[in-house]
């Protein structure tokens, strides 16, 4: 039976538990809910209205939403609730036609849009939430959101008695669905980018018609009135009874004063209505915005919808992609609570909904600002343009993110990542569309899959995830879905394919032009998964996959990196080669959990040799990551230039940041000690003089508390007895350019590169001299080496000058066949010289006249 709660008629002065909790009952709470709730979990919802919200805001879904509606098992009632949308028309002030935009088919199995009213709507999707289990409280208001490792919780308060006991809610997962002033989403102290929208007021009007029949002559559909005096919209249908106008402020003009009565009655009577044709719902002016949060979940807590994201309505898909999120998330933390994933899985949700939002609304500002111009002169252009038939297409939908689905390249099909068709089928004597031939994991062909095509491992990949295989064909046969109306033939031909994998969100994981090609499909899905933390029982991940310390240097999976593939692991065993392939790919991911998983859980020391920061324990280092990973866009690139050593003696790195991560380049050198295979000491060291002086000095840690040992103390030396021989020598070479002992420390073809210098020095007699002309004047010469990291084939030393204007810096070394140092990469902080010092050591390396 429908629960609904008021906390004066329930004993909720105390403690409830549940599985999950959302906060907010809007229609993305509601469908998310009732979608868990349908999963077989106890799911309680807070919502601070006593009653459902009486007005509009949203008033458009489209064919993808319907297929949502269609899960719950109410799109049918939706759809007589619902108008579709037939027809766009861009009209001038004067109601000229300019464009008339007709509205397609490809709804997946509905039509293509919608306009609705949406108190109609809830009035559908609440019952229905509720008929499946969900636990709804009303009138309260969520106060406070906390977590452990184990649970989370939220404290609420009656918002009719601010002096009533508080009562909490304690669940595994804590969701907020609870709008764009979001408490979960603020709880967690993450606030919302602006995504180079100039926030717009705009003044929506709902009209309901005495007389729902009545035509409208000068509004059959929806029109776009380009207006440059002001630019507004106008919608015969707002589901069966409404209509919808809404109409652009000036700047400066007063919200209130514009949306007082006599003025609505003003603008409405353009279209010739007065208050004889029927009411006003409600005149509201609204600020449209274009917003995008960097990370939707922290640990246990997670929000979506206008919590994680607003846009613009120039294409009506701000609810539409709150709802898209809700059913997104819903199989992902199915998978979680009935432990087949890992809680990183629902990292997948911002990676992959995160970038579909930030397309979308790319392309809803691109509309709305043509449409809503009001330059004269680029509407006279836009006007010409359409009368002359160059209407803009519609714009493709963005594809989802990087998560569960095939890497985006130039050859991918244009289904990857993008909803999957759905049309009627005939299957044992039943017609209807394929959805309601079952939930979940599906491969849909054009043809049928021989029984032998899969590898054992294939099988059992299959079995695990309990695929269902849908042989769609215009013929029938023995266990074929026969296509009634040819769509899916028409589907596959125009994308030139003959199966895809579709996911339990109806995303289609990846599309094969031939069914021969379905096995290698099915690795990559494994491999997708279990980079992303599912946890398959009866087959070890396949080879590629981020498992463990993750994919092999140079393997398939290295193709598809995220970084530059141009690494030289020449120096590096094969296991350095691994995990660093793999921490830089979870870095350069913004993926916080896989990033931190290759430190040690018990022993971890990180510091910036540079900046003086330092994290002398797990929850600093996570809590750093935390701070910083989040806020990187999507083209921040952490990658690794060279690797050597192994993660027995430890290892040196020379790496690049990209200016998107820190809002500077960063190339530096990593010295990385090891225990067990994981980090217990990393140290980072770079030229602050190219990251820029005035910056780096500004984030640097006074000098009073600037930490000296830098963790040293924290490690044991494991460094290969070759490399310590060769750096032990090489200090005192270095000095005053010893040509015997370069001559037996270097090879003939050695490389000296100083970082902050921008200096690159070839073979051992140049070298040579280079360091006599520097006698005691580069800041490493006369320098105590203070730790080692490395093994037989090369690494690295960090080196102190306790007098020196640069204090301190660190060196990578390679080693040939013969113990010889073949390369020396050096790194010290340039910004703390002075512009003159720095030109005068720079001149070192020009060879005199001989």
């Given at each position: 039976m429908p629960t609904t709660f008021e906390p004066a008629a329930t004993a909720l002065s105390g403690h409830l538990s549940c599985d999950i909790v959302l906060v907010g009952y809007g229609p993305v709470g509601m469908v998310l809910s009732g979608l868990l709730a349908k999963r077989g979990f106890d799911v309680v919802v807070v919502e601070r209205h006593h009653t459902l919200y009486p007005l509009a805001r949203a008033g458009h879904y489209d064919g993808e939403t319907m297929r949502a509606f269609q899960e719950l098992g109410v799109a049918d009632q939706v759809e007589l609730a619902a108008q579709p949308m037939l027809l766009w028309n861009l009209v001038t002030a004067g109601k000229e036609v300019l464009a008339e935009i007709h509205i397609g088919e490809g709804g997946a199995g509905w039509k293509e849009s919608y306009l609705s009213y949406q108190p109609e709507i809830e009035r559908i999707l609440d019952p229905r939430a509720r008929e499946l289990g969900v636990r709804l409280i009303r009138g309260v208001q969520a106060e406070q959101v906390e977590q452990t490792a184990d649970r989370a919780s939220v404290t609420c308060r009656s918002v009719d008695d601010q002096t009533a006991a508080p009562f909490m809610i304690d669940a595994a997962y804590v969701i907020g669905t609870d709008g764009a002033n979001s408490l979960v989403r603020t709880s967690l102290g993450i606030e919302r980018a602006e995504l180079g929208?100039?926030?717009?007021?705009?003044?929506?009007?709902?009209?309901?018609?005495?007389?729902?029949?009545?035509?409208?002559?000068?509004?059959?559909?929806?029109?776009?009135?380009?207006?440059?005096?002001?630019?507004?919209?106008?919608?015969?249908?707002?589901?069966?009874n409404y209509m919808r106008f809404e109409f652009a402020l000036h700047e400066g003009e007063d919200p209130?004063?514009?949306?007082?009565?006599?003025?609505?009655?003003?603008?409405?009577?353009?279209?010739?209505?007065?208050?004889?044709?029927?009411?006003?719902?409600?005149?509201?002016v609204y600020r449209f915005e274009a917003t995008l949060a960097p990370r939707w979940r922290d640990g246990r807590v997670l929000f979506v919808g206008d919590a994680a994201h607003t846009m613009p309505p120039t294409m009506g898909q701000g609810l539409c992609s709150g709802i898209r999120d809700a059913v997104n998330l819903a199989w992902k933390l199915t998978a979680v609570m009935h432990g087949e994933a890992e809680p990183e899985l629902l990292d997948t949700v911002e990676r992959e909904r995160g970038a579909h939002v930030r397309g979308l609304t790319e392309r809803c500002i691109a509309l709305g600002e043509l449409w809503n111009t009001r330059d004269a002169e680029a509407a006279h252009r836009r006007d010409e343009m359409l009368r002359m038939g160059n209407?803009?297409?519609?714009?493709?939908?963005?594809?989802?993110?990087?998560?569960?689905?095939?890497?985006?390249?130039?050859?991918?099909?244009?289904?990857?990542?993008?909803?999957?068709?759905?049309?009627r089928v005939a299957f044992d004597g039943r017609a209807d569309r394929l959805d309601e031939f079952g939930h979940g994991w599906k491969i849909v062909t054009r043809h049928a899959v021989p029984q032998d095509l899969f590898t054992e491992d294939q099988r059992k990949v299959l079995e695990e995830l309990d695929v269902e295989f849908a042989h769609v064909s215009r013929g029938p046969g023995p266990g074929y879905y026969v296509d009634l109306d040819g769509e899916y033939d028409l589907w596959f031909r125009k994308h030139g394919v003959r199966a895809f994998v579709q996911r339990p969100d109806k995303y289609v994981f990846g599309a094969v032009k031939d069914v021969e090609e379905l096995p290698a499909l099915v690795d990559r899905l494994a491999e997708s998964l279990a980079h992303s933390g599912w946890k398959f029982r009866s087959v070890d991940p396949p080879a590629g996959s981020e498992a463990g310390t993750g994919a092999a240097a140079g393997d398939a999976a290295a193709d598809r990196l995220p970084y530059p593939a141009t690494v030289d692991v020449r120096h590096a065993h094969d296991t350095a080669a691994r995990f660093f392939t793999s921490f830089f790919t979870a870095k350069s991911k913004r993926r916080i959990d896989a990033t931190h998983a290759h430190f040690h859980p018990e022993r971890v020391y990180y510091a910036d040799a540079v900046l003086g920061w330092q994290f002398a324990d797990n929850a600093a280092l996570r809590g750093m990551w935390k701070q910083y990973m989040p806020f990187w866009s999507a083209t921040a690139r952490s990658y690794p230039v060279q690797i050597l050593g192994d993660t027995t003696h430890g290892a040196a790195v020379v790496m690049t940041n990209t200016p998107e991560l820190f809002g500077n380049e960063i190339r530096a050198i990593a010295l990385v000690d090891f225990d067990d295979d994981k980090v217990t000491r990393w140290v980072d060291y770079w030229d602050g003089r190219g990251f820029g002086a005035a910056d780096a000095a500004q984030l640097r840690v006074p000098e009073g508390t600037f930490p000296t040992a830098l963790g040293v103390d924290t490690v044991e030396p494991k460094q290969a007895t070759a490399l310590g021989t060769a750096i032990e020598s090489l200090i005192p070479a270095l000095d005053g350019g010893d040509e015997v002992l370069l001559g037996e420390l270097l090879s003939y073809d050695v490389t000296l590169e100083d970082f902050a210098l921008r200096t690159r020095i070839r073979g051992r007699a140049a070298v040579a001299r280079y360091l006599r002309r520097g006698a005691g004047r580069l800041p490493y010469q006369g320098a105590t080496v203070t730790h080692i990291v490395g093994g037989p084939q090369g690494g690295g030393y960090e080196w102190t000058a306790e007098d020196g204007t640069v204090p301190r810096g660190a060196a990578a070394m390679a080693l040939d066949a013969d113990g010889r140092i073949n390369e020396l990469t050096l790194c010290w902080d340039g910004s703390l010289m002075g512009d003159d010092q720095i030109t005068r050591l720079g001149a070192l390396a020009v060879e005199p006249r001989r």
């Open positions: 929208f100039a926030p717009m007021d705009s003044l929506v009007i709902d009209f309901k018609l005495d007389d729902p029949d009545r035509e409208i002559d000068d509004l059959p559909e929806v029109l776009q009135v380009l207006d440059t005096e002001r630019p507004q919209l106008a919608g015969r249908w707002e589901g069966r209130e004063g514009f949306a007082d009565p006599d003025n609505c009655w003003k603008l409405l009577s353009m279209w010739n209505l007065t208050p004889e044709d029927g009411h006003i719902e409600r005149g509201v209407v803009p297409p519609a714009p493709l939908f963005p594809r989802l993110g990087p998560g569960i689905v095939t890497p985006e390249g130039d050859d991918a099909p244009i289904p990857d990542g993008r909803p999957s068709p759905q049309a």
